[in-house]
Nanobody, 119 residues
Framework: QVQLVESGGGLVQTGGSLRLSCAAS????????MGWYRQAPGKQRELVAS???????NYADSVKGRFTISIDNAKNTAYLQMNSLKPEDTAVYYC?????????????WGQGTQVTVSS
């Protein structure tokens, strides 16, 4: 079982920045896939940014060039640096981890953190 605890959300004006943190209860280097998702009211949850255990990153087109995912192995923490925020970035942001054990992948979610961008 892996527990994920997010922090760092809040209210920010358009053009501002926030950094979200996701603290993992396990050695983060054992996690095969780390992702940040978001869900706005009335919309489906979408993948915003991800990083594999090989260091490969992927971003949604809507956040490319503005958001950066990173991992600090020493702190077992993943981050999402969000710059040039827009009102459409307003959502609950969730940390996601996938861990492979034998032939199966197990998926874990954090509780979510609210990000609100005012215009």
């Amino acid at each position: 079982q892996v527990q994920l605890v997010e922090s760092g959300g809040g209210l920010v004006q358009t053009g501002g920045s926030l950094r979200l943190s996701c603290a993992a209860s396990t050695t983060i280097s054992s996690i095969n896939f780390m992702g940040w998702y978001r869900q706005a009211p009335g919309k489906q949850r979408e993948l915003v940014a991800s990083m594999t255990d090989s260091g490969s990153t992927n971003y949604a087109d809507s956040v490319k060039g503005r958001f950066t995912i990173s991992i600090d192995n020493a702190k077992n923490t993943a981050y999402l640096q969000m710059n040039s925020l827009k009102p459409e970035d307003t959502a609950v942001y969730y940390c996601n981890a996938k861990v492979r054990r034998s032939v199966l992948y197990y998926t874990y979610w954090g509780q979510g953190t609210q990000v609100t961008v005012s215009s």
